[in-house]
């Protein structure tokens, strides 16, 4: 007892020290320590986001105990966090970023593996395989196998793993990342150009955004993703040059011969070729009510209110696809089908 009371000052100057003069001792936590102090979050401490070993109890022990036994006894020179270790992190996410949080949490992105791997509709009519998960559970450490049965078009599906069905699917680091280069708020604040309010720098700015490659594990930032070419009728449409646009097309992607509106492709094309998925879209809920107004008036050059117009907008059994809907789609006469 005596010996764990004088632990007590070494355990506080650990959780409370630069990280550079503990975390960093490690040399597999070195590189996270030193690209942690170039980024957005530097100012806080390495506990306030990955908590300490008694943050969750005998959970957070076990949790430490294992990567201590992965490093001696399996080799293994950089430690993965575990999906649930990630899961626990963006709980803290919200602590901060509680508006950010709050869209997400009331969009389709934070669906739960229930909603995804067991719709009964999708499941009969595609077959669950692999790929799903590169969207779906990238954090996930298995294969779609150990994950639900049966893997056919036939149910009822079911996890193999107890607990599996209310967590979250599609957490904040499956598009961000804690450590990546950037300003702190105060400082983003002070060099924001004087013509722009600090809501439009938070909206546009894209450091942090990426995506989580399941097969590399690791996080590619939109200025490392590819400008992605796709086809309408053979000939490539033009995609916007909004950074965070690549990043919505690494999932609402379209086939492998990259034609326009198939798979989960919705890059715009028609009326709306060209825009960034932002441009209408909310970055974290999805939510695109009232986007109209941003770049229409109320009534259109057809004399129309536009937002009453025949398009998945209006009523999404509508026949014209906001993302594709041509000037064609509602007048034969036009020159432009695309």
């Not at 967590?167 to 400082?187: N, R, S």
Request: charged share 20%; aromatic share 8%; glycine share 6%.
């Amino acid at each position: 007892m005596v010996v764990l009371i004088g632990m007590i000052p070494l355990f506080n100057y650990w959780y409370t020290a630069p990280p550079e003069n503990t975390c960093a001792l490690c040399h597999e936590a070195r590189e996270h320590v030193y690209s942690f102090q170039h980024s957005a979050h530097r100012e806080l401490n390495c506990t306030e986001c990955h908590g300490t070993a008694f943050t969750h109890g005998v959970n957070s022990l076990v949790d430490k105990a294992g990567m201590i036994w992965l490093h001696f006894f399996n080799n293994i020179e950089d430690p993965q966090m575990t999906e649930m270790q990630r899961l626990e992190i963006m709980n803290n996410c919200k602590r901060c970023h509680e508006s950010q949080y709050a869209r997400w949490e009331a969009g389709k992105h934070a669906a739960t593996y229930a909603d995804i791997f067991l719709d009964s509709v999708h499941n009969s009519t595609e077959q669950l395989n692999y790929d799903c998960l590169r969207c779906h559970g990238m954090f996930y450490h298995g294969t779609i196998e150990d994950l639900v049965e049966p893997i056919s078009t036939t149910g009822p599906w079911h996890f193999k793993e107890e607990g599996r069905a209310q967590m979250h699917a599609i957490p904040c680091m499956a598009c961000h990342t804690i450590h990546t280069d950037g300003l702190p708020v105060k400082a983003e604040i002070l060099y924001a150009d004087s013509g722009d309010s600090l809501q439009y720098a938070h909206y546009h700015r894209t450091y942090g955004v990426g995506i989580y490659d399941r097969a590399e594990k690791t996080h590619f930032t939109v200025d490392e993703l590819p400008k992605p070419i796709i086809y309408y009728d053979e000939n490539p449409i033009s995609i916007s040059d909004e950074l965070s646009t690549r990043n919505c097309i690494q999932c609402h992607a379209p086939n492998a011969r990259r034609e326009s509106g198939t798979s989960d492709d919705r890059t715009p094309r028609g009326v709306h070729e060209g825009l960034s998925c932002i441009a209408c879209h909310d970055p974290h809920s999805g939510e695109s009510k009232n986007s109209c107004i941003t770049c229409h008036p109320a009534i259109s050059n057809c004399n129309i209110d536009v937002t009453l117009m025949n398009t998945t907008y209006h009523d999404k059994n509508s026949p014209n696809n906001i993302h594709f809907v041509s000037c064609a789609d509602c007048h034969e006469n036009s020159a432009s089908s695309r």
